[in-house]
């Protein structure tokens, strides 16, 4: 059967009657991005305004009385209600829907059919599939490329018959009626029964579908194609917004660019070009600090050496540095009779460390200290005489620079 949805895709609100009421459960996605199993109800309506999920298009959102759904899914040619309240088979409810939700999907949808019928016209580029994405929505094209030109040449046709306000009407054609060949679509679900749903746009496209649609193209407002990215096995995936999520769109790109006019102090056309120079002024800079920071490890490494307390356990920690501080002042010290533990990082968050002196002292205290670390553990080898003469409790002064 058609529900309620899809028979008037605009309607709001109805009333109807439960049919059942039965335990479930409903896996979720937590706010922190884990699973979690909710326990509930599933029910049956006698017909619903909730459109149950298909097709590419997300399922409704919405309450019955006031009872909030939390996800409907179709069981054949009956639609599953989740809720966390349980509902009186025989009661007569009222069914209201998220209408911000269904007019976005409504347009998302009717502006797939729209690009995959004018793709197909004007280059032959099949859809294979859909997604329609809370941000944006993808349609997957039978193509290993297609080009700027193209994409261009597929949005100027589009918004021309949004001009054109064509309108868009629903059908039902029974499973033997030869119109059912000429109707393009990707094939019925297994359990599906009854007539064909057949979605029309006037004089461009003739579609199998399950969704809900606009009745006329002019709903749609207009259709932005934001670009393609490389599909899955030589496919191509055009990224399209319609309706209300073009001007949601265009008031984020608006405050980002009223951002950085303010930050980097020049007009709009001109933040490209003041961030090249951001970046190339970032990139001497860290070339520079780069060179210093290799100097200043040469001199602590000498400083080091040269302290009247050289010799048993040297200790060090700097919060500006990198691995590459740290083995330049090893490979400068260069000894084999002191035992370096030297550190660099934010003292409360994650950093690094260097261990290096007598191999059987690092094997061993290395493992240990790396535990909960991210580290690099050196070992330079002592020479024969020197060997296990480290005496861990004799602690050099530590050196902070």
Excluded at 149 to 161: L, P
């Amino acid at each position: 059967m058609a529900f309620r949805c899809q028979r008037d895709s605009y309607a709001r609100e109805f009333a109807t009657t439960v049919v059942s009421c039965r335990p479930a459960e409903l896996q979720t996605e937590g706010s922190n991005g884990k699973k979690e199993v909710l326990s509930g109800f599933q029910v049956v309506l006698e017909d619903t305004l909730l459109f149950p999920e298909g097709g590419g298009q997300p399922d409704d959102h919405g309450t019955i009385d006031g009872v909030p759904v939390l996800r409907v899914t179709r069981r054949g040619a009956q639609a599953d209600h989740f809720t966390q309240t349980p509902l009186t088979p025989g009661s007569e409810v009222q069914v209201r829907v998220d209408w911000e939700r269904r007019f976005d999907h409504m347009q998302q949808h009717s502006g797939q059919h729209l690009i995959t019928a004018v793709a197909d016209h004007l280059f032959g580029l099949k859809t294979t599939s859909w997604e329609l994405g809370r941000l944006r929505s993808v349609i997957e094209l039978d193509s290993p490329s297609v080009t700027t030109e193209q994409v261009a040449a597929i949005e100027q046709s589009v918004n021309e018959k949004i001009r054109d306000r064509l309108p868009v009407n629903v059908r039902e054609l029974s499973l033997d009626d030869p119109e059912v060949e000429q109707v393009r679509g990707r094939g019925l679900p297994d359990d599906h029964a009854g007539p064909i749903r057949v979605v029309t746009i006037k004089g461009v496209d003739s579609n199998m579908c399950c969704g809900t649609h606009v009745s006329n193209l002019s709903d749609l407002q207009v259709i932005k194609i934001l670009g393609t990215e490389k599909g899955k096995k030589n496919k191509t995936n055009l990224i399209f917004l319609a309706g209300n999520r073009v001007l949601k769109w265009m008031e984020r790109s608006h405050g980002t660019e009223k951002a950085l006019t303010s930050l980097l102090k020049c007009g709009a056309e001109d933040h490209v070009e003041a961030v090249k120079k951001l970046q190339n002024s970032t990139k001497l800079l860290q070339k520079s600090n780069l060179n210093l920071l290799r100097d200043l490890a040469v001199h602590v490494a000498h400083s080091l050496r040269n302290s009247p307390d050289w010799g048993g356990v040297v200790a060090l920690h700097r919060k500006e540095g990198d691995s590459e501080f740290m083995n330049i002042i090893a490979n400068e010290i260069g000894s084999e009779e002191t035992f370096l533990f030297l550190t660099v990082g934010d003292e409360k968050g994650a950093g690094l460390f260097l261990l290096a002196g007598p191999a059987e002292a690092v094997e061993t205290l290395g493992p240990r200290l790396g535990l909960d670390c991210k580290c690099r553990v050196a070992a330079l080898p002592p020479p024969p005489e020197s060997r296990g003469s480290l005496s861990p409790s004799i602690q050099a002064p530590s050196f902070a620079v």
